[in-house]
């Protein structure tokens, strides 16, 4: 990788025309259509993992035996990745968007768990080639370019892409959001008394969680906003939480509305740089809560939540509760 301006290369990185030219790979696979094959094995895990809770006892840390876990196996199904490398794949995550947090790096920094993704995906398109499956993974090792075999750079960096930011943001959501509703009664006994709700609900847990902090950005075009002359070349911070906290674009935007709407929250991010996988995440966490609501009939924290010492994306990395079920 010598030579090389970043250690990856994938979609949050480009501008069109890169950016539609790559979207367009995988972009089949993470629309409702595709997703609505894939409701059944959603469901299969999430009710998997509800159960594993319930029969663990009255007492976890949802964030550490639940909320990682769920989104990754749904992932795993999508890139056709198997079970046994999913402890592996967890660790590389954690690490890699584990910021300053000793919690989530665990010995390892950014380098090291971007190089740990680069050797795993490697192997992964390797073995996609000569063996290919119906799976995003082969989607992936066997496309092509401009009319050309995707490169090996490309390819990982695809996957690394995919496979951090469509497991740690979901994580961040479900835990969050299950956080929200420990705190709102309100809100959580309208959602187990109105499954339909849980939709709506899902967008507002993505609002209120912000699982990603912040992206920069850098100007192309002279712009005017509140008085301030934007010139090209400037960096630009974007605070997805503030954004998603704003009072012009939200009412009561500090309380938790389960059922908001209009819910026009950047969550997923905006224009060409929307969350290729938002669709699998909201339907994700409505299959999660839809089953966690279903069989769990009262819950409360048993200890104080913690949170990921982070500036760039997470959320809850504890998160001790106590629950009952139905």
């Known amino acids: 990788m010598s030579g090389r301006p970043m250690l990856v290369r994938a979609l949050p990185q480009m501008d069109n025309p890169d950016h539609a ?3 367009k790979l995988t972009h089949a696979w993470f629309q409702p259509r595709q997703l609505r094959t894939l409701s059944d094995r959603m469901e299969a895990l999430a009710r998997e ?6 029969a663990s006892g009255g ?37 890699y968007f584990g910021g300053g947090d000793p919690d989530m790096q665990k010995g390892s920094d950014l380098i090291d768990a971007t190089l740990a993704y680069v050797d795993y995906f490697r192997d992964v398109a390797k073995k996609r080639r000569q063996n290919p ?26 996957y690394i892409a995919l496979a ?45 969680v912000s699982p990603v902090k912040h ?16 010139k090209p070349g400037d960096s630009l911070f974007i605070s997805f939480p503030s954004g998603n906290r704003d009072e012009e ?38 299959a999660f809560f839809r089953e966690f609501l279903k069989q769990v009939d009262r819950i409360e924290l048993a200890g104080e939540p913690a949170w990921t010492e982070t500036s760039f994306l997470g959320g809850v990395k504890r998160l001790p509760i106590r629950y009952r079920a139905r």
């Open 21 to 23: 030219k790559y979207q």
């Open 49 to 54: 993992s509800v159960d594993r809770m319930l």
């Open 59 to 95: 007492e976890c840390d949802f964030y550490n035996d639940v909320a990682i876990y769920y989104p990754l196996r749904v992932l795993m199904t999508i890139l056709g990745l198997p079970r046994e490398d999913e402890e592996r794949l967890l660790k590389i995550t954690q690490a």
């Open 133 to 158: 499956k119906d799976d995003v993974a082969t989607v992936i090792a066997t496309s092509e370019i401009d009319g050309r075999p995707i490169e090996d750079f490309e390819a990982y960096s695809y």
């Open 164 to 208: 951090s930011a469509g497991h740690d943001t979901t994580s961040a959501t479900i835990a969050g959001g299950l956080l929200a509703l420990i705190e709102n009664p309100h809100a959580m006994a309208r959602l187990q008394r109105d499954g339909d709700l849980i939709p709506e609900a899902a967008e507002e847990m993505v609002r209120w």
């Open 215 to 230: 992206f920069f950005r850098t100007a192309t075009v002279d712009y005017e906003i509140r008085g301030k002359t934007i």
């Open 249 to 286: 674009a939200f009412e009561r935007p500090f309380e938790f509305i389960p059922d908001r709407s209009p819910n026009r929250h950047l969550g997923f991010g905006f224009g060409i740089h929307a969350c290729i996988g938002r669709h699998l995440a909201k339907a994700e966490i409505v």
